[in-house]
């Protein structure tokens, strides 16, 4: 009897089997570690976590402390009684000290240890099964009868007389075992297409577990190469603002000195001056005539060319040179456009659109630039020729990172994106984005619904986005191709992937209006270009 309480002192009152690996709350109660973990992870949403137990509260997850003590008592418990633990189900008859049960009698509801079972009645009534406390459910709840048949039609276990004379009688039935195994052979068969299942998605997980980690990456070296690159630029802003600075304070100085030295000969001068007008006033003054005439002559005291050639001077004396100092200014631009250590600010793609590929309601600029809608051109039909109103452009690419800008705030439809050159050119599948070999963005009709398509798949764009010039965005090797809406800030709208197989060109469609591929870049209206990684 002692082992009997013993043992039930070792069960966990959650899952009522023995410890594994105990923790203690801080109200002393012990649980499986597992089975406490998951009572917790119930009670997160709750906001307040309570002791299975006792129902002592506590506001924030309670820290689970491994009980060493209670683990060393159940893994010497189960060291004594190394069978116990294979069933729990204990005889029936062994009350003295609990015995682990060998098999069970359905017709007796008993558990017998061998012992017992040596001595038990071996008639067909009888029947044994494997240690079990479920005893009451392999009989038959109408007529207390074991269990041995199974109903197809109901997917009930029945007994004979449910057979022979109850509700399932003219039903087709197999025996358990029979159906047991039949029921096995489906359940393998689930089991490995789930196990099948269960490998592809740890492969998907994988998978992107990998591409997680190498975005991770390729974020913090991009990270350190954007902040180098500013460290640099801030550097040599530095030394520029020192340089400019140092400049005019050069120029300062020297034109400072040359007005002073003037500023001091004009004042000797005006001293000079001074003196000869006191003499003169003098001279007026006298009432001796003879004196007065006998006075050399005035004429040499206003001296002309003597302040024509101060005047000179004070004009030669310069002022700040802005001209020099603007050209050491220029340098801004040698930094912007320098910045290739590591990080490119890379140009839109130079691009034209290819006249021989138009539709016939689309009329193509002098310049190879826009394309508009303009019914009844009369352009001869060719291989090439679409039906329908697209045009592609001349170039292609099949490797290396390109993007180019589409201006298409004076069309209300239109499809901005790439194409295959084996796209077909008639046919209602001809349409950028209605086939595998074409991806694009759109814009449909005056309600302003945005979306992107490949293959007639469309997914929905928000209707608040402003897209009045689009970026199309191709990273061949890394089979990207991204659209962006440059309104300010810039707008990421989807990025598709895809293993390509053939060089992409750009393509239009135009449903009204126009549309144009743009040259440059904007940098006054919040326009910039796309800053891009090398590897």
Known sequence: MASTDLRQELDCSICLSIYTDPVTLRCGHNFCRVCVDRVLDTQ????????????????????????????????RFLSTWPDQEETGIFCTYCVDSPVPAAKSCLLCEASMCDKHLRVHSKSAEHVLCDPTTALGNRKCSVHKKVLEYYCTEDAACICVSCRLDGEHRG?????????????????????????????????????????????????????????ALFRDIRRQLEDLEKRVLSEISRQEQCVS???????????????????????????????DPVTVLQEPDTGDLCDTEDTERHDNQVRGAGHLDV?????????????????????????????????????????????????????????????????????????????????????????????????????????????????????????????????????????????????????????????????????????????????????????????????TICGGVRSRDGYQPSIVAKH
């Not at 998605?201 to 991009?222: F, M, N, P, Y």
């Not at 001068?269 to 003054?285: A, F, G, Q, T, V």
Request: glycine residues 6%; aromatic residues 6%.
């Open 171 to 227: 039903h087709h039935a197999e025996m358990l075992d029979e159906a047991s195994e039949k029921k096995k052979e489906k359940l393998r068969d689930a089991l490995q297409k789930l196990t099948t299942k269960r490998a592809e998605t740890e492969k998907r997980v994988q998978s992107l577990q990998e591409r997680k980690r190498e975005d991770q990456g390729k974020a913090v070296g991009v990270t350190e190469t954007v902040t």
């Open 44 to 75: 997160e949403a709750s906001g307040a976590y309570t002791c299975p137990e006792c129902r002592a509260e506590c506001q924030t997850r309670p820290a689970l402390q491994r009980n060493i003590t209670l683990c060393n008592i159940v893994g």
């Open 323 to 515: 001209g020099l100092i603007s050209g050491s200014l220029h340098t801004l631009s040698d930094i912007i456009t320098g910045i290739n250590t590591g990080i490119y600010v890379q140009q839109p793609t130079d691009l034209l659109l290819d006249v021989a590929t138009a539709g016939n309601d689309i009329l193509i600029s002098g310049d190879g630039k826009t394309a508009s809608r303009s019914p009844y051109q009369n352009h001869p039909v060719t291989p090439e020729r679409f039906q329908c109103d697209q045009v592609i452009s001349t170039r292609g690419f099949s490797s290396g990172r390109h993007y180019w800008e589409v201006d298409v705030s004076k069309s209300v439809m239109w499809r901005v994106g790439m194409c295959y050159p084996s796209i077909d050119r008639r046919g209602g599948q001809s349409y950028i984005g209605d086939n595998n070999k074409s991806w694009c963005a759109c814009r449909r009709g005056y309600n302003n619904q945005y979306s992107v398509r490949h293959d007639s798949t469309v997914i929905q764009l928000p209707d608040s986005i402003p897209c009045d010039r689009v970026r199309v965005y191709l990273d061949y090797e890394a089979g990207q191709m991204s659209f962006y809406s440059l309104c300010d800030p810039i707008r990421h709208l989807h990025t598709y992937t895809a293993a390509l197989t053939e060089p992409l060109h750009a393509a239009l469609c135009v449903g009204a209006g126009c549309i």
């Open 257 to 287: 000195l040359s007005v002073s030295d003037l500023i001091q000969q004009l004042e000797i001068k005006k001293d000079e001056l001074s003196r000869k007008m006191r003499h003169i006033e003098e001279l007026c003054n006298m009432s």
